[in-house]
């Protein structure tokens, strides 16, 4: 049997450092926010024929100084252009490159982006996934009452929105890294990522924190509550990393193979995934016998 709660000072030493990195990336840097939260414009376009390739369109557009633009390639000869500007002359001029280098493109639509709907959205967000991690962190409350020897039933749910905070701080760390660096956008897609993170995450810690409720409960208090978590720890380990892994393959396919318009919101979910695999194991379930050995000592 693997003894990972005994040595679950290391778990905390490589959270903290990814977590404090994640944090510090988001201060210095920041999040390189889309037209979603800043407001702008989205310009569809078809070409004729093939796509041309990115530096081109880019080198094309770069005396027009976009700011904030971004290019994507949709399906068949379809690209996605967005910039911050909201201004029919930029617009007018920017499908006129594009005529330079296809006469016959067309321009399919032209959507706007208000900077009061954008920053409503941003509100929306962080709203969204405040919410999500309230309501998790009860409804394993209220799951685990039954539960509440030797360790109260809120304190399952304190330790799932700790490692719940954990896998978005990592998650929006590296984005902020990604966006600084390679300018990756955070859309509406990124925070789509992060809520479907929190529920895969979230699903992972209850079968662990499960499995020990079961074992509690039929042991009494027979046993030494760290042993309990650690067998219970054991007894998920595979079907944790077996199910995690599967996924995995797939967004790994889907961030290779898929369209430009789902390969960050892949990339999100394989970040995420990864790390909510890691801080079920690791991190949820370690909390839970801390928590349990600061009572004793106060005691």
């Known amino acids: 049997m693997l003894q990972i709660i005994n040595k679950r000072k290391y778990f905390y030493f490589i959270s903290a450092t990814l977590v404090i990195s994640g944090l510090g990336a988001i201060f210095i840097w920041g999040m390189n926010f889309g037209i979603d939260f800043t407001g702008g414009t989205e310009m569809k376009i078809e070409f004729s024929q093939n796509i ?32 911050e500007k909201s201004d029919d002359d930029i617009n007018r001029k920017v499908f006129e490159k594009i005529k330079e280098i296809d006469s016959n493109a067309k321009q399919l639509s032209v959507n706007f982006i208000g900077t009061s ?54 998650t929006a760390g590296i984005f902020s890294f990604l966006g600084h660096f390679y300018g990756v956008k955070t859309d509406v897609a ?37 042993s309990v978590i650690n067998r219970s720890l054991n007894e998920t380990l595979a079907r944790s990393i077996n199910t995690s892994f599967t996924v995995i393959i797939v967004l790994v396919f889907l961030i290779i193979f898929g369209s430009e318009a789902i390969r960050y919101f892949s990339l999100a979910l394989l970040i995420g995934v990864s790390f909510g695999t890691y801080s079920s ?10 928590i349990y050995k600061f009572q004793i000592n106060r005691k």
Not at 191 to 214: C, H, K, M
Not at 281 to 290: C, D, E, P, R
């Open 117 to 170: 709907v954008s920053s409503r959205l941003k509100t929306n967000a962080v709203e969204a996934i405040m919410l999500s991690i309230l309501g998790i962190a009860i409804y394993i409350s209220v799951a685990f009452r039954k539960v509440s020897r030797p360790v109260s039933s809120w304190k399952y749910g304190l330790g799932a929105i700790i490692a719940l905070a954990h896998d978005v701080i990592i």
């Open 281 to 290: 194991i690791f991190v949820a379930s370690a909390l839970i016998a801390t």
């Open 52 to 83: 041309p390739k990115k530096n081109v369109i880019e080198e094309k557009l770069k005396e027009l100084n976009l700011v904030g633009f971004s290019l994507k390639k949709g399906e068949k000869n379809l690209i996605i252009l967005q910039y």
């Open 190 to 226: 990124f925070v789509a990522a992060l809520l479907t993170i929190l529920g895969y995450s979230v699903n992972d810690t209850i079968v662990v924190y499960d499995r020990i409720r079961e074992n509690i409960l039929r042991s009494g208090i027979k046993d030494e509550f760290e």
